[in-house]
């Protein structure tokens, strides 16, 4: 099964007739930008910081919220989340570093958060807050659409549209103009291009277009000097390397624009096609696993108007099951690769979360049948 959204004409279907919460894609003032990561660089670039303002980023975070800053030379620290995957503010007024510059929130899990007493905190401190939407393409809180309370907001667009590469970047008014990036070569284009169409084949999701498509793959193959296969999913290392691929900053691309390819298909997608069937899969994910033991829903209800990324599931064992599941193919992801230095902190929930909170993808190329398989493999070895 797609561990992500599959490349195909399918993804410009009708959209369905209901409501479509907000996207960031309709706000004005953005750019788009070659990942998520990269967008954090430029909006902290566009900040125009001083190199010994601090960056604090939540206890709960993926390395690729801590890179940037520090390719950028910025000192990093950290702070505690509730159990709602709030900032702890009690802890911030108190314990927050004099030196604290730059907030770094996180709508968690595409669920959105309420952050107008996170902006009071940050306006009364002097503190710029990046609003980190890398999992919240589409929301509206009860502070408002997600992307609107930030001085910098961030995305991340293979989340939530088929394409392979692309974040957004907005940066408030009043920071700096960012710079023009470097367009994307004729190479890169292309590139960008037969990868979609490669993907989409190998997911049968090319209909009548299959027969002419077939040549071209064939040719990207040999100019590659080998076939592509399907690689199985590996399993995370069992500490995290902040000198590796995956906390490295590539400044160059950083620093590129995205392919016309990526950007085309993201703002083309039917957003209804993307909004509802997750919406639908979340919820069936969260009945089959309610009062089942050995695990639970971390949030089994899901806010009204949002699409989520992914389903997170409280797991009481969680080491050996995260192994299986990856082993066995289930779209599942788990954030135990905490940048090193994270103290433990009173009340702090990002370190269990690490360890417990896994992440079922539930993206829209997802079926009814994978989903049924994916409950099924989840409680056969959590249950057991």
Known sequence: MPRHPVPGPHNQLADAAGPVPPCLLDLPGTLFTTSGRAAILLGLE????APADRVLVPSYHCPTMVSPALALGLPVGFYPIGVDGLPALDWLEHNAPADTRVLCVAHLFGLPLDLRAVQAWCRRRGVLLIEDCAHAMFGQGPGGAVGTLGDV???SLPKFFAVQDGGLLRVARSAPALGPLTPAGPKAELKGWLDNLEISARHGRLGRWAAWARPLLAAKQALRGRAAPVAPAAAAPAEFDPDGDYARIDMALSHRAPTRVTVGAALRSARGRV???????YAALAGAFAGKPGLRPLFPALPQHCAPYVFPLWVDHPD???????ALGVPVSRWDWLWPGVPDMPGDQGKTWSRHVLQLH???DMSEQDRDWVVHTVLAHCTS
Not at 46 to 49: D, E, K, W
């Open 275 to 281: 909004v509802e069937p997750r919406r639908a899969h």
């Open 320 to 326: 050996p099951v995260y192994r299986q599941l990856r």
């Open 362 to 364: 539930c993206h829209q």
């Open 153 to 155: 907001v961030i995305a």
């Open 46 to 49: 566009a900040l125009a910081l």
